[in-house]
């Protein structure tokens, strides 16, 4: 909810800063209030970018001791009931990555 807010009002700055420099410019020639403008457009960037950076919802890649083993157990029983193993193998490798989206 508070992402959603900051990303509305730094898009707000953004679409009021614009004319807000052209107004300025035409009816005033007062370099203060074109640069003040600028620079709270350029601080409600940052702002976007740093909470960008910030809240991404990006899982990290961390290995699984316990998983890992429960799927070798697997493999190794697929192999005993007569399955090949560098299939099954292959198979998983492309099962992985599938779910990172590398094909």
Known sequence: MAAK???VLCFSIFLAGVPGIIVTSIV???NGGIVT???CMVGA???LIT????TTNKKLDIFNDVAAE???NRVQSLVQAGADENEVRALIRDTIDLTRGQQ
């Open 28 to 30: 005033s020639n007062n």
């Open 70 to 72: 429960r799927i070798e």
């Open 37 to 39: 403008i600028g620079m």
């Open 45 to 47: 960037a940052i702002v």
């Open 5 to 7: 807010l900051i990303r």
């Open 51 to 54: 909470m960008s950076a910030t």
